[in-house]
């Protein structure tokens, strides 16, 4: 079987929740890659303040990606927030990032220039983002959860629901 050009890549995010834009990016970089990597980077420290807990979310990702039929998705949880970690801990060939209007850019740059200082490429790829999962997740406390109903994975709207959305 012959290599795909990306060979193993990740795409680290909170996913918090996971989105309908994390599952395009994920679905664009499967088409593209041997294996893929959904990296939630998550402190120890942090993990309180998580909307989703990681355990969740990366169970939710990986009901996602199965619904999508991406059988070269995997998920993996960075609780020590270190993405030379999953770089290294993966075997991972790039770093896969998506812009969208919303993003914080000095936060980017900074990510961008510690994946650079790595030594691995970093994938910029296209974004099909309408809200950002900090957005989702402000409207679905606001009791606006049929507001995102098309912004989260079918199995995540379902999760939002049993969970009141909280």
Known sequence: MEKKFLGTVILP???????????N??????QRS??????????KAEEGNRWIPSAEAKRLVEE???????????????DEGWLAHSVEALGADGVARSFHPAIDMEKEMELIQ????????VHLIPSQLDL?????????QEGLLDEVKEQVPPSVFRYLQEHGGK
């Not at 041997?34 to 402190?43: P, R």
């Open 114 to 121: 510690a994946v650079i200082d790595l030594n691995v490429p």
């Open 132 to 140: 950002r999962s900090s957005q989702i997740r402000v409207l679905s």
């Open 13 to 23: 995010g909170n996913f918090d929740p996971p989105t309908v834009g994390h599952m």
């Open 34 to 43: 041997d294996k893929v990597f959904a990296v939630i980077m998550t402190l």
């Open 64 to 78: 996602a990606a199965a619904e999508e039929g991406l059988d070269n998705v995997s998920v993996y949880v960075e």
């Open 25 to 30: 990016s994920l679905k664009y970089l499967s």
